[in-house]
T-cell receptor, first 110, second 114 residues
Framework: GNSVTQMEGPVTLSEEAFLTINCTYTATGYPSLFWYVQYPGEGLQLLLKATKADDKGSNKGFEATYRKETTSFHLEKGSVQVSDSAVYFCALKSSEKLVFGKGTKLTVNP | EAQVTQNPRYLITVTGKKLTVTCSQNMNHEYMSWYRQDPGLGLRQIYYSMNVEVTDKGDVPEGYKVSRKEKRNFPLILESPSPNQTSLYFC?????????????FGSGTRLTVV
């Protein structure tokens, strides 16, 4: 079945460091891909999305490119801030549900 | 404000005592769904609904019921809760576009069954 694998955390960075969170997927066809973010004590918020190969999703300085040749959708940000500390989930749209990775906890220290 | 509202946010209950977690959305979304989030397991879908009176099982439906009598509401019912249903629950909704624009999630309900 369809699945998502993302790098295990936790990830700890200093402010202004470069961030990469790896995400690869297994799916039939070309599903829509998403990154969601969960801040402490809150629900999931859509961070960015891509619906077809080579699409680049971007929001709040975060970017991810839909790479069908490597079945990847890695999340990147050039300069993280303390306020980016959260859990990040990669997900794909499969039939009538979202299939999520297990999440990567990011902590950014001042 | 467009949102998905879940109630309650926190609930502690005893084994076997029926409970309902409510979910309501104000965006006129056709699609609604329930997920549970557990450490090490990520988020798993419990049930979903494509529209009023149309519901179907997700990956982990055992021990849960749902209903969709109105478009805006999608309550999750635990007829006889057990400790293994202790979890963080999220309701989500989207337009009937097969989810290409992503889902809107509620803030979550943390349930503890003792």
């Amino acid at each position: 079945g369809n699945s998502v694998t993302q790098m295990e955390g936790p990830v700890t960075l200093s402010e202004e460091a470069f961030l990469t969170i790896n995400c690869t997927y297994t799916a039939t066809g070309y599903p829509s891909l998403f990154w969601y973010v969960q801040y402490p004590g809150e629900g999931l918020q859509l961070l960015l999305k891509a619906t077809k190969a080579d699409d680049k999703g971007s929001n709040k300085g975060f970017e991810a490119t839909y790479r069908k040749e490597t079945t990847s959708f890695h999340l990147e940000k050039g300069s993280v801030q303390v306020s980016d500390s959260a859990v990040y989930f990669c997900a794909l749209k499969s039939s009538e549900k979202l299939v999520f990775g297990k999440g990567t906890k990011l902590t950014v220290n001042p | 404000e467009a949102q998905v509202t879940q109630n309650p946010r926190y609930l502690i209950t005893v084994t076997g005592k029926k409970l309902t977690v409510t979910c309501s959305q104000n965006m006129n979304h056709e699609y609604m769904s329930w997920y549970r989030q557990d450490p090490g397991l990520g988020l798993r879908q419990i049930y979903y609904s494509m529209n009023v009176e149309v519901t179907d099982k997700g990956d982990v439906p055992e021990g849960y019921k749902v209903s969709r009598k109105e478009k805006r509401n999608f309550p999750l019912i635990l007829e006889s809760p057990s400790p293994n249903q202790t979890s963080l629950y999220f309701c989500a909704s989207s337009f009937g576009d097969r989810g290409r624009v992503g889902y809107t999630f509620g803030s979550g309900t943390r349930l503890t069954v003792v």
